[in-house]
């Protein structure tokens, strides 16, 4: 599952005294103030904080689906935060993987064809996606449900193959929001070790935001979101 070029040691995500406000009725209320967090290749990070405090937040910025309002996201060290929309969709497609709590995966198509659309966007050969996509899934250990779609799928199944489909483009840094917010304790267990040993082994960086302190312990580092910025815990 190795992706190759990967070196660890520098920064390949960069939040540099970002800055997210929203309008709250008449009240401008800053979710993100001044926040700087650093991510090295290789490094897996989880994000623990309360509801509300801002976890997709940021997220979505470092992950380029939102432009900040202040400051910038470097990833591997170009400043996206002013580039044209077509040039950080180009960097999301080739850079960044995403989970979400729910998997959003595509119903009509099959949990293999899910997991090759990321690869034929991108302008890989039909029978290249097709066999990385079930390589993935045998990884997951449910190269048996390769031909089912998301709705004959249980949930940890089905955040299995958003998982995979995540990685699919072998991504330099991988976002997770809440990957097993949405499963029970045991199958949330499992699904959030198979992502833990995919990072790994592929030699992923990875922001995942988690509530359960149990699955962060599995990071190499744990952060919290405290008055707008991003706080180490120990
Ligand atoms: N587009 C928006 N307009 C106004 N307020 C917003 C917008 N997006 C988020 N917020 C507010 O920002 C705060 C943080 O939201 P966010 O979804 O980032 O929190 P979270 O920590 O991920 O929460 P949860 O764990 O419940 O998913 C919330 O109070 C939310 O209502």
New binding site residues.
Partial sequence: MSNGAREGGHPVLQMVDVG?H???GENQ?S?LNGANFTLDAGETVALV????????????LAGLLERPDDGDIIINGEACGHLPDERRTAIRRSEIGFVY?FHHLLPEFTALENIMMPQLITGLPKAEASERAAQLLDYMRIGHRAGHRPSELSGGEQQRVAIARAVANAPLILFA??PT?NLDPETAGYVFEALDALVRESGLSAVI?T?NHDLASLMDRRVT?QDGLVVELT
Avoid: M, N, V, W
């Avoid at 904080?49 to 979505?60: F, R, V, Y």
């Fill in positions: 997210r929203f309008l709250q209320i979710i904080a309360p509801s509300g405090t801002g976890k997709s937040t940021l997220l979505h709590q929001d809440e917010g935001a509530h979101l």
